[in-house]
């Protein structure tokens, strides 16, 4: 296999070793129809997160509030329920609450200049807080409607409904960022943000209707999340963000210009989920899993600055 091959296709081809690796090692449980829609359902909430992390890379900055975003979308929506407004309001209301803290993301970095990583991580703290004093601290369960468990529990035809909810957003987000005018132009941002500027584009709006669509998409993830398991806690989304940002790495390895696609991203999801997975039934020590985690980051990065070196 020539260089240029396994540069393209390596990410891949370590997704398919993974695959093969683990079915050798547990075939009655990894290999299983069982862990396969399992492993769906698992990777939904972190798909669409690092979907929403694939959009703000693409302009060049970070979101370190998706997990924040995405659990305090959670906690909104089971404390209406708890006063007793129906799905079709307090939906709407989480999703609305995770638009905002992302379009305010949007406006202290675009419009106030303040890195992304320092602003997303204030705002994500601040978030958290709102979590923890609406939740009160507790696990909350009651007065959920079955209407909401329906979004992210059983299946259509054989396949889980979560599947259905990563065609749809990834779907959606390639389409944007491929096909359209408005995906054009954050790729161009994320190039060079001073050329934009000069070349007339609306840099500042771009910024913050991208971090805007990665706050919805978070507290959309947050929200099938604790419909899948029918109850919220205020932390609930914060493990996501570390995967998330691995995925999207580990995505930019297949992409032979290095910049994260949302094609790039979803097979990065399924590295880290399998990884996860598969670990797990093999009864591997959490904290090996985190410290694994944190390799794959580094060498995606290290590979995606290699790749670009080579260019």
């Known amino acids: 296999m020539t260089a240029f091959n396994l540069s393209r296709f390596g990410t891949l081809i370590a997704f398919v070793l993974l695959c093969v690796a683990?079915?050798?090692?547990?075939?009655?449980?990894?290999a299983s129809q069982g862990n396969v829609y399992n492993l769906i359902q698992q990777m939904a909430t972190l798909a669409i997160v690092a979907t929403a992390a694939t959009l703000v890379m693409t302009i060049g900055e970070f979101d370190l509030s998706v997990g924040?975003?995405?659990?305090?979308?959670a906690v909104i929506c089971f404390a209406l329920f708890g006063q007793g407004y129906?799905?079709?309001?307090?939906?709407?209301?989480?999703?609305?609450?995770?638009?905002?803290?992302?379009?305010?993301?949007?406006?202290?970095?675009?419009?106030?200049?303040?890195?992304?990583?320092?602003?997303t991580l204030a705002l994500g703290t601040i978030l958290s807080g709102l979590a923890f004093g609406a939740s009160g601290g507790a696990s909350m369960f009651k007065n959920v409607p079955d209407g909401f468990k329906t979004l992210a529990r059983g299946d259509l035809f054989g396949i889980p409904v979560l599947a259905f909810w990563i065609v749809a957003v990834l779907g959606i987000a390639s389409f944007v960022l491929t096909q359209t005018e408005f995906g054009r132009r954050l790729r161009a941002i994320g190039g060079n943000p001073q050329a934009a500027r000069l070349a007339g584009l609306p840099v500042l709006r771009d910024v913050i209707v991208t971090f805007a669509i990665a706050g919805g998409l978070s507290a959309l993830a947050g929200l099938l999340l604790a419909s899948r398991l029918g109850s919220v806690q205020h932390t609930m989304g914060?493990?996501?963000?570390?995967?998330?940002?691995?995925?999207?790495?580990?995505?930019?390895?297949?992409?032979?210009?290095?910049?994260?696609?949302?094609?790039?991203?979803?097979?990065?999801?399924?590295?880290?989920?399998?990884?996860?997975?598969?670990?797990?039934?093999?009864?591997?020590?959490?904290?090996?899993?985190?410290?694994?985690?944190?390799?794959?980051?580094?060498v995606a990065v290290l590979l995606r600055r290699m790749g670009r070196t080579a260019q």
């Open 22 to 30: 683990f079915s050798i090692a547990a075939p009655q449980a990894f």
């Open 68 to 73: 924040f975003s995405a659990s305090l979308a």
């Open 238 to 298: 914060e493990p996501l963000l570390l995967p998330a940002y691995a995925a999207v790495f580990i995505g930019t390895t297949a992409s032979p210009t290095g910049s994260p696609t949302v094609i790039g991203t979803l097979l990065g999801v399924a590295i880290t989920g399998v990884l996860a997975n598969g670990m797990t039934i093999l009864g591997v020590d959490p904290f090996i899993q985190k410290i694994m985690t944190g390799v794959i980051i580094i």
């Open 86 to 119: 129906d799905v079709w309001l307090a939906v709407p209301a989480a999703l609305l609450a995770g638009i905002v803290a992302g379009a305010a993301n949007g406006i202290l970095v675009a419009r106030f200049g303040i890195p992304s990583f320092v602003a």
